[in-house]
Structure formats: structure tokens, C-alpha cells
């Protein structure tokens, strides 16, 4: 199974939930029958008992495998292991934090919609501006890839390789797998051997609100997401920091990182981690840990094949195939130019409002030809496709987007 809990699940929201489709089936409430249709292990049996009797316990476990658990005691066991893994960057006051914490909260994806190049630019202006605030702080030392300081603090106490701290109380080696304002390549590895050395985990890493596929140091590493290559891009230095982190231990059966780096069709993160055995490795340390809360191998897979056979991406399912994956079942839809260039999506969107994010400046240009309305809003957003680049940091996309024609 794998989970579908909102973001920042708490025990006293679900309990509440429970106790609301207690009341709501004894009331008769047509969804709240057909949620235990669909979800109650025995429904015709507590379907039967209605409306003198359900029982809470009837609808805990409803509401557990509604969202993807056995029961309702491993719900809870999932809960009460996400409490202490659990970081929402989103809740973190920045205006409140002193300047070492901001100097990382500014340095490193968050995974919200605040990820963009000038959030980095200005976090390297904060360290120029007070290269002191390293000294006295792992976590920014780490950010900065700062070997010299990290290693004079590490000498006083190794300790320190495994704390949790800075503004998302992650150990030093998040800091510096998920910043985008490091230094070298030369001081980037140099900083992560040391707190490999010292005893940091290669398998670090937290529950990004609550939501049971971990973000580790690989995904940071790996980089790349839902809000594009631009605004959560990879480690400048991705193949070679990727590479220590998997020669050191950490596990290839990277979920999040095969999520995020899935939408466009670059496989280079798939070579690496083929290479080091994630067709046919063993348990993760987090599969372990999170046991049924996360998705299977099979359902991890089946996303991918499903999401690469959808876009075309036939150099990928040949990739997986090679690899032992099984690829059969889906139908590859080869890319094509649309009949209709103003044609809408679900969302009100056109194919120029996705080659705008997508940067695509070839096929921009093909649009515009072909008649696509640039100044087309779609439903969703309400923006243009001209937004849309300047949203995903396509400043070549939008500039293009901004010229029009002579009339």
C-alpha cells in the first residue's frame, strides 16, 4: 500500500474524521455508506447493523485504509514516527530567524513555490556580506560548503555530523545535498566526506509535511520537481555528489528522487542508481522504518512506465525494460504537433501555456507560426503562457513570449 494522508496529518484530525463518519453513517449519510462500501474490510457485516449500531472502531479502520493503511493501529504507528520526521518549510517564520538560520533557509529548496534562483542569489549576498556566520554554525557551514570551518568545528566535536538544527532542525548533511548556493565542486565533495567520515547518515533525510515518501539527501542531490528544472533545479554539482553519497551507503530505491526527476526525459539519474543495483536491492533503511505507509517497488515503478509510455518517452521504457522492469500494459503516446494550437486541456491550458513552462523555445516558436493565441488565460491560474514561463524561471521562453509580431 502507500499512503494518501493530507499534508501535516495530525492523530486528532483523523480521530475527529472518524468520529464524523461514525455520526454521518448512523444519520444515513449516502458517502459516508459508500466510504465504507468501498473501504470497510466487512462491510456487508457493520452495513447491516446501521442505523442502531457502528462502532468507532468500525470507523477507524474505514478511515485507515481509506487512506492507504491496514488498519488502524499502523495508521497510527505511521503517525507517531512521522512526528519526528515531519518538516513543513512553508511554517518557518524567515523574518524571525537569526542570520546563519536564514542564510540556510534561503540557501535550499523547499519544495514550495518560494524555490527560485533569486532566493539563492541572495543567500550567497548574505554570506558575502557576513562570512562569520559560518563559524559557530554547522548547518550554515554546511550550506556554504565551507570545508575549512566545517572541519575546524568537526575537530572539537564530531557530534556535530549528526545534529539536528538550523531552521528545519535537519543534521548538516541535508544543508548542504538540498543547497543551491555552495561553492565549489572541489569544497562541495570535500565537505560531504567529512561528515561522512565524522558519522553522518547517507540515508538522511525527512517527511516533507508529513507525506510518507522520504526526502532524503539523494533527492536533494538529485533535485528537480513539480516546479521545474529552473526553479528546483539539481545540485550544481549532482553526478559527483550523487555518486559519494551511493559509494558511502546510501540506497539507490531513492522514491522521491524517481518522482521529481520523471517529467522531463533526461535519464542520467536513472543510469546512476541502475548502476548501483536499485533494479534488485534489498529494503531501504526507510522502507524499513515506514514499512506499508510507503508505495511498493511495483508501485514506485508502475508510476514511472506510466508517466514516461504517456510522454513519449521511449528511450526510458527501453531503459527499464533493459533493467528487468516491467514495462507491458501501457501505450506510448508519441508526441505530436496539435491540429488545434489553441486547443485547451482539463485546466484551460494550451500547448503554449506547457512549452512556455517547459522552456521549449522550438516549439514555442512553431506555435506562435501555427496561430497559438499567446495572450490565451487559462482556467486554473487565470495567467498566460507568458506567466507561465516567467513562473518556471524561462526567462529565454518568456522574452520570446514577450515579442510580438509588427502590425
Avoid at 518560494?114 to 557551514?141: F, G, M, Q, S, Y
Avoid at 520537481?225 to 539539481?234: A, I, M, S
Wanted: with cysteine; hydrophobic share 40%; net charge negative.
Amino acid at each position: 500500500m502507500a499512503s494518501m494522508l493530507p499534508d501535516n496529518p495530525s492523530l486528532s484530525r483523523l480521530r475527529e474524521q472518524a468520529r464524523s463518519l461514525q455520526r454521518r453513517a448512523r444519520a444515513g449519510d449516502p458517502d459516508a455508506v459508500e466510504s465504507i462500501q468501498r473501504h470497510h474490510p466487512r462491510p456487508d457485516r457493520v452495513l447491516a447493523q446501521l442505523p442502531d449500531r457502528f462502532a468507532l472502531h468500525d470507523a477507524q479502520v474505514t478511515v485507515a485504509r481509506r487512506y492507504g493503511f491496514t488498519g488502524w493501529p499502523a495508521l497510527v504507528r505511521y503517525l507517531d514516527t512521522a512526528a519526528t520526521l515531519t518538516v513543513d518549510p512553508s511554517r518557518v517564520d524567515e523574518g524571525a530567524l537569526g542570520e546563519a538560520d536564514r542564510f540556510c533557509a534561503l540557501a535550499v529548496l523547499h519544495y514550495t513555490d518560494v524555490d527560485a534562483p533569486p532566493r539563492w542569489k541572495n543567500a550567497v549576498e548574505l554570506l558575502t556580506a557576513t562570512p562569520d556566520l559560518t563559524e559557530d554554525h554547522v548547518w550554515a557551514a554546511a550550506a556554504a560548503a565551507d570545508a575549512g570551518t566545517l572541519r575546524r568545528l568537526l575537530r572539537v566535536d564530531r557530534t556535530q555530523a549528526v545534529a539536528a538544527g538550523g531552521p528545519f532542525g535537519w543534521p548538516p548533511l541535508l544543508y548542504l545535498c538540498y543547497s543551491r548556493a555552495t561553492a565549489s565542486r572541489a569544497e562541495t565533495l570535500e565537505t560531504a566526506a567529512l561528515l561522512l567520515d565524522a558519522g553522518a547518515d547517507p540515508n538522511a533525510g525527512y517527511l516533507w509535511r508529513g507525506m510518507s515518501t522520504p526526502f532524503t539527501a539523494l533527492t536533494g542531490v538529485f533535485g528537480e520537481g513539480e516546479q521545474g528544472p529552473r526553479r528546483q533545479p539539481r545540485h550544481p554539482f549532482c553526478t559527483e555528489l550523487a555518486t559519494l553519497l551511493l559509494d558511502r551507503g546510501a540506497h539507490p530505491a531513492d522514491h522521491q528522487t524517481l518522482y521529481n526527476r520523471m517529467f522531463r526525459p533526461d535519464d542520467s539519474h536513472l543510469e546512476l542508481l541502475f548502476d548501483r543495483g536499485v533494479a534488485d536491492g534489498g529494503p531501504s533503511p526507510w522502507e524499513r522504518r515506514l514499512g506499508e505507509a510507503m508505495e511498493t517497488r511495483a508501485q514506485m515503478w508502475r508510476r514511472q512506465v506510466q508517466w514516461a509510455a504517456a510522454h513519449g518517452f521511449s528511450g526510458r521504457l527501453e531503459l527499464l525494460e533493459r533493467h528487468g522492469i516491467d514495462v507491458g500494459g501501457v501505450e506510448v503516446v508519441a508526441p505530436t504537433f496539435p491540429a488545434d494550437p489553441n486547443a485547451r486541456d482539463e485546466d484551460g491550458a494550451t500547448a503554449l501555456h506547457h512549452a512556455a513552462w517547459a522552456g521549449d523555445l522550438d516549439l514555442i516558436a512553431r506555435l506562435l507560426a501555427a496561430g497559438a493565441d499567446r495572450d490565451a488565460v487559462d482556467d486554473r491560474f487565470g495567467t498566460t503562457p507568458q506567466q507561465w514561463a516567467e513562473h518556471a524561471d524561462q526567462s529565454e521562453a518568456a522574452a520570446l513570449l514577450r515579442e510580438r509580431p509588427p502590425r
